[in-house]
């Protein structure tokens, strides 16, 4: 079977729910913003990043090893396994200095202008707060400076 890419299919829900659903994974960071509709995704192709207790050998999926998914807060999206929106904003602080920004300020953006421009929703882990607040304002003008 060939390689599915993101460019198959119409929405990147689709996608994922052609290569990862009903397997035991998660998606976790940038691919979790993509199917919880706060980041539209890059044009170019990117891996799907998933939290895995098994991975296996897709090469289009990034994959985050862990022993149990006892501490990943998820919910189910049509058939995929997707960290929650607070789960994945601490994922991505948590590695601030090593990722691409745009996918959590677009994500944040568009999380506070629909949660009636707030972020009281969000449960910030306490070590990420100085980070967050770091790039919170960014995230409130995204839209403004695009």
């Known amino acids: 079977m060939a390689m599915q890419l993101s460019n198959d299919f119409l929405t990147a829900r689709d996608w994922h729910r052609s290569v990862i659903g009903s397997q035991d994974m998660i998606l976790r960071c940038r691919s979790a913003l993509e199917h919880l509709q706060l980041f539209t995704g890059y044009l170019d192709q990117n891996p799907i990043e ?10 289009n999926i990034a994959y ?3 022993d149990t998914f006892d501490d990943i807060e998820f919910i189910s999206i049509d058939n995929v396994l997707c960290t ?5 904003v601490n994922d ?3 590695d601030l200095d090593n990722i691409d920004e745009q996918p959590l300020v677009e ?9 009636g421009q707030s972020f009281d929703g969000l449960r910030i882990n306490p070590e ?4 967050f607040n770091l790039i919170k304002d960014w995230a409130i ?3 403004n400076e695009v």
Do not use: C, M
């Open 64 to 66: 985050h090893v862990v």
């Open 50 to 59: 998933v939290y895995a207790k098994n991975p296996n050998n897709f090469e």
């Open 128 to 131: 990420n707060i100085g980070r």
């Open 141 to 143: 003008d995204y839209y």
């Open 84 to 88: 929650s929106i607070s789960q994945t």
């Open 107 to 115: 994500g944040l953006s568009k999380y506070y202008y629909t949660s």
């Open 92 to 94: 991505l602080l948590n």
